[in-house]
């Protein structure tokens, strides 16, 4: 049985994935692989093999970095980094 507070992170991990996965394009590719395709069930289980895939690797860098870095270094880290990647999508956009 899950504790609540595993429930809560749990929770807030899936609405937080499941919102930025909306309409992105990695589901806009899967969309069009479905339909080209003709076999939904297959390619869902790719798809999802996919995401679980990248979201473990996401899970075992996060806590191989938890280990070096304390959560104020990676939060400065974090927002460092989405700040470069704002910057870089505004100059692809002005230019």
């Known amino acids: 049985m899950l504790k609540p507070e595993h429930v809560q992170i749990v929770t807030s991990t899936f609405v937080t994935v499941f919102i930025a996965e909306i309409g992105d394009k990695t589901q806009l590719t899967v969309l069009m692989i479905a339909a080209q395709a003709g076999s939904p069930l297959v390619v869902f289980l ?13 899970v ?11 959560p104020k270094v990676l939060q400065m880290l974090t927002g460092v980094s989405f700040m470069f990647l704002a910057v870089g999508l505004v100059w692809d956009a002005v230019s």
Do not use: F, N, V
């Open 46 to 58: 790719g798809a999802a093999l996919a995401l679980i895939t990248t979201s473990l690797l996401g």
């Open 60 to 70: 075992l860098a996060g806590k191989w970095l938890s280990r070096h870095l304390s």
